[in-house]
C-alpha cells in the first residue's frame, strides 16, 4: 500500500492516477474540502484527514508500505511544511514503512532565510535522512503545471510578467514526471537513500517562457519586467499592516531573485536512474492546452 499525502495537488493526484493505472494499492488522503471524487472513481483509499493533526497522520501511516509526501503549505510552513512531514517520518518508522519518498524544493540546503518553506524543507531533509528510513529526496525546480493560467492568460492577451532578473535560468519540469519518479524511486536501487534534484531538459532563461507560449499560441508576446526592488517595496509596506503576509511573500521573493536550474550531468543522472527522457516546457503546455 502507498501513503500519498497532498494526494488532490500536482503532483500527488498524477502520482495516484499512475498508481492506479498499474493496479497498485494507494490511499490518498486528503482534506474534506477538497475536490478527490477522481480519486474514488479510480478506486483508490481516501483517508480524509488534517495533517496538523498527529492522531490522523497515525490511522493513516496503519498498513502502508511506500510513503510519498507530497502535500504544500497552504501558507503555513511550520505546520505543514515542517512539522507534518516530522510527524509523517516519525510515525512512517514506527509502522515499518520501508520507504520514504519527500518532495522537497531545489535549492533547499542553500540556506535562504528569507523563505519559511525553503527553511522547512532544510530541516526535513535533514531528519530524514538521520532518521534510519530508506529514502529518497526530490528537489524540483518549478513545476511547469504552476504556469498553465499564465499561458492560459497569454493566449487570451499575450500578457507575460516576470519578476526580476529576465536572465535568471530555471529547469521547469512536469509534475507527470516527478510522480512518475516519486513511484519509481521507492523499487530502484539506484535511487535508495539518494537526492536528487529535479528538472526539465533545458536551462531556461525566465525571458524565454514567453517566446515558447508565442511559438504555442501564434501571437507576439507582450512582458512586462517587474524590478525585484518593487516587490521590495511592496513586501515592505504590507509589513505595516499585515506581517504575515509579508513573511509568505518571501518565497516569492526568494524564487524571483535566484536562479532554480539542474545541470546537463543532473538531468542525465536522472533520465539513467529512471529510464526515461523528462518532458520539456513546450511539450506540457502543449499537451494540456494545445491549440
Do not use: W
Not at 145 to 160: C, I, K, Q, V
Not at 198 to 226: C, M, W, Y
Not at 248 to 263: I, K, M, Q
Amino acid at each position: 500500500m502507498f501513503l500519498v499525502t497532498g494526494a488532490t495537488g500536482q503532483i500527488g493526484r498524477q502520482a495516484v492516477r499512475l498508481l492506479r493505472e498499474r493496479e497498485e494499492p494507494v490511499r490518498g488522503f486528503v482534506r474534506l474540502e477538497s475536490n478527490y471524487s477522481e480519486l474514488e472513481q479510480r478506486s483508490a483509499d481516501i483517508f480524509i484527514g488534517d495533517l496538523t493533526e498527529e492522531k490522523d497522520i497515525a490511522r493513516a501511516c496503519q498498513d502502508v508500505k511506500y510513503l510519498i509526501s507530497a502535500h504544500g503549505s497552504g501558507g503555513n510552513a511550520q505546520a505543514l511544511d515542517y512539522r507534518a512531514n516530522i510527524d509523517l517520518i516519525d510515525h512512517a518508522q514506527a509502522n515499518g514503512v520501508e520507504h520514504f519518498v519527500f518532495i522537497s524544493v531545489l535549492g533547499a540546503q542553500r540556506g535562504y532565510e528569507d523563505s519559511p518553506t525553503f527553511k522547512a524543507k532544510r530541516e526535513v531533509e535533514n531528519y530524514l535522512k538521520k532518521n534510519g528510513l530508506n529514502y529518497t529526496i526530490l528537489q524540483p525546480s518549478g513545476l511547469a503545471s504552476d504556469l498553465l493560467p499564465l499561458a492560459e492568460r497569454f493566449r487570451n492577451t499575450g500578457f507575460y510578467l516576470i519578476i526580476g532578473d529576465p536572465k535568471n535560468r530555471t529547469s521547469i519540469v512536469s509534475p507527470d514526471d516527478v510522480a512518475k519518479i516519486a513511484i519509481d524511486s521507492v523499487r530502484i536501487e539506484g535511487a535508495r537513500n539518494q537526492t536528487f534534484p529535479v528538472g526539465g531538459p533545458e536551462a531556461l532563461k525566465r525571458e524565454e517562457v514567453p517566446e515558447i507560449f508565442s511559438r504555442i499560441f501564434k501571437r507576439d508576446p507582450i512582458t512586462v519586467n517587474v524590478p525585484l526592488a518593487v516587490l521590495d517595496t511592496v513586501r515592505e509596506g504590507i509589513g505595516l499592516f499585515d506581517a504575515q503576509t509579508q513573511k509568505s511573500l518571501g518565497t516569492l521573493r526568494t524564487l524571483s531573485a535566484n536562479e532554480f536550474f539542474c545541470t546537463q550531468a543532473e538531468i542525465n543522472q536522472l533520465e539513467t536512474t529512471f529510464n526515461m527522457k523528462m518532458e520539456s516546457l513546450e511539450s506540457f503546455i502543449t499537451r494540456y492546452l494545445g491549440t
